[in-house]
Nanobody
Framework: QVQLVESGGGLVQAGGSLRLSCAAS????????MGWFRQAPGKEREFVTA????????LYTDSAKGRFTISRDNVKNTVYLQMNSLKPEDTAVYYC????????????????WGQGTQVTVSS
């Protein structure tokens, strides 16, 4: 099993940047593909981006391409989400997730979830 703890959320003005971190427990972090999802009030949880176990393959949703970057450090057991050019519509609780099934966009592809971190973008 792996336990995930997100950090780095907060309030930022439109056009600003935030860097989210997700720290994982356990010695097998490098065997998991990692994803970031977000959930806005009244909406379903949606995929944002994912990275494979070695960090050489990534997926992005169209809204994240060119603005967000996912990366991982398998020595520090941490995955990051750098978010630039933030928009008010990016406001949501952001969750990191882990899976041994490989890269995927579906919520059901992931077995372990963090508690989430709030990102609020003001206009």
């Amino acid at each position: 099993q792996v336990q995930l703890v997100e950090s780095g959320g907060g309030l930022v003005q439109a056009g600003g940047s935030l860097r989210l971190s997700c720290a994982a427990s356990g010695r097998t972090f490098s065997s998991y593909a990692m994803g970031w999802f977000r959930q806005a009030p009244g909406k379903e949880r949606e995929f944002v981006t994912a990275i494979n176990w070695v960090g050489l393959s990534t997926l992005y949703t169209d809204s994240a391409k060119g603005r967000f970057t996912i990366s991982r450090d398998n020595v520090k057991n941490t995955v990051y989400l750098q978010m630039n050019s933030l928009k008010p519509e990016d406001t949501a609780v952001y969750y990191c997730a882990a899976t041994r099934r490989g890269l995927g966009r579906a919520v059901s592809n992931y077995d372990y979830w963090g508690q989430g971190t709030q990102v609020t973008v003001s206009s």
